[in-house]
T-cell receptor
Framework: DAGVTQSPTHLIKTRGQQVTLRCSPK?????VSWYQQALGQGPQFIFQ???????QRGNFPDRFSGHQFPNYSSELNVNALLLGDSALYLC??????????????FGPGTRLTVL | QKEVEQDPGPLSVPEGAIVSLNCTYS??????FMWYRQYSRKGPELLMY????GNKEDGRFTAQVDKSSKYISLFIRDSQPSDSATYLC????????????FGTGTRLQVTL
């Protein structure tokens, strides 16, 4: 059983460009969350998708947007990249939304460098 | 002020030592508390979770939660070089169960 997979592994972009990151959840999972982890920091919640809709959102600007597909995979899009967007972007999948507790399984992340 | 505070370390201990990792938090709405381990260039993996106050043991790992003090701990007994990693505490509030709020992470190095 493949766990959470993310692509690409690494990405280098320049300021002002746009980027799309991809995530495939663990088999059987229907909820995908995205986190940004800056160097030396803990992951910060960006948003969560369930049933192809954004259900929760953290304190990130509208430059960050996402999508969930019918097969539960997800994309994270970032427009007008800033140097401060350089980070490890983590995707986490879980089963069911808004339950009391559910374990989130993390992928290996995509390391984005903005020059 | 961050909702969750964690000493970033680094923390260096000899093999076999008992390790104590801690986090404090400010929001009493947090109900579920987790510890994740993150190896370099990898995603976090869940080590333990606890609900509300109390202790939970799993092998060499013990998690403690003291809600009255807003303080959580992870103890690692008989530490091994393979335990060298960054340890992240995380917690969720009632009603927003899936949104994890993380600490900064503590980098642990276990030396031979």
């Amino acid at each position: 059983d493949a766990g959470v997979t993310q692509s690409p592994t690494h990405l280098i972009k320049t300021r002002g460009q746009q980027v799309t990151l991809r995530c495939s959840p663990k088999s059987g999972h229907d909820t995908v969350s995205w986190y940004q982890q800056a160097l030396g920091q803990g992951p910060q919640f960006i948003f969560q998708y369930y049933e192809e809709e954004e259900r929760q959102r953290g304190n990130f600007p509208d430059r960050f947007s996402g999508h969930q597909f019918p097969n539960y995979s997800s994309e994270l899009n970032v427009n007008a990249l800033l140097l401060g967007d350089s980070a490890l972007y983590l995707c986490a999948s879980s089963l069911e939304w808004d339950t009391t507790y559910n374990e989130q399984f993390f992928g290996p992340g995509t390391r984005l460098t903005v020059l | 002020q961050k909702e969750v505070e964690q000493d970033p370390g680094p923390l260096s201990v000899p093999e076999g030592a008992i390790v104590s990792l801690n986090c404090t938090y400010s929001n009493s709405a947090f109900q579920y508390f987790m510890w994740y381990r993150q190896y370099s260039r990898k995603g976090p993996e869940l080590l333990m979770y606890t609900y509300s106050s109390g202790n939970k043991e799993d092998g060499r790992f013990t998690a403690q939660v003291d809600k009255s003090s807003k303080y959580i701990s992870l103890f690692i007994r008989d530490s091994q070089p393979s335990d060298s990693a960054t340890y992240l505490c995380a917690m969720t509030k009632t009603g927003t169960a899936s949104k994890l709020t993380f600490g900064t992470g503590t980098r642990l190095q276990v030396t031979l």
